[in-house]
């Protein structure tokens, strides 16, 4: 149990990456707090994952949400060790077909929301603690047709090395997993068919040496080495988790 008695917050845990770490979290003896904007999905992951697991409906785009998420988590946990920032938005247009309110939607999501987010959590965090940020592949290779995407996730990845720094002295570990493309529903978003979803991931393969996407366990067992005591000399990096990719498909 390497996550035995811990309390843990994973934002986005109703869907992809983040149900599958709180399912990894849970068999690891955590007890989970799960937010997410969509009940039906929220209701399902809580019915799915067990009594150990509380589902807290947040938009955290706004004012207020993740104070109320943490607190609710306290209230109903006495207290937290683990924040996962994980829920996130997708943005696949390039600059020329990007509008403003998508733009300021996707910094927004991605990156004001886990700012604050952290912010909201700090107070409750002690010695031994874990943070972990999502970031993406696209914060380092350039993929044409996704600046804004790629902007708020180099935001995390910016800001996940000052947050090691500022919390260090506290003995509070701040790191962030680097996914390649992964299959969940936001990379279901990327094509209009199943059919083309597959042509789709026929191209990503190409790049990807190991040939194939990830699963988002793939990306919650890093999640999972990064909350526990295993990574307890571990402050202020990345885990990209790829599959080796190379460049844009
Ligand atoms: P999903 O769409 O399955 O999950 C996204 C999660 O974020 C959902 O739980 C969603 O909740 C939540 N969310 C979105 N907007 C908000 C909001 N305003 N307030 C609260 N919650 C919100 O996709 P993934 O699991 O793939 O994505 C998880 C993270 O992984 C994201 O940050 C994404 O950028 C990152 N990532 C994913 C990759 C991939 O290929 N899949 C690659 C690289 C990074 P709800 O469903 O209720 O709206």
Redesign the pocket.
Known sequence: MRLHDKIALI?????????ATAERFVQEGARVVI????QK??DAAVTKLGPNVLGIQ????EDG?AEHAVAASVERFGSLDILFA?????GATPVGGTVRAQFEQII???LT?VFFTVQAVAAHLKEGASIIL?????QVLGIPGASA?AAS?GGIGAMNRVLASEFAPRGIRVNSV??????????A?RAPTPDALEKLEAIYSRAIPLGH??E?VD?ANAVLFLASDEARHITGTEIVIDGGTIGAP
């Open positions: 934002t986005g845990g109703n869907s992809g990456i983040g149900l937010t997410g904007r969509n999905t929220l947040a938009d955290l785009t949400a994980n829920a996130g938005i997708p927004a999501t991605n929301a999502n970031g993406s592949v696209h995407y996730k680097v996914p390649g493309a992964t299959r969940t529903p936001i990379w978003t996407l990830g988002a990306i």
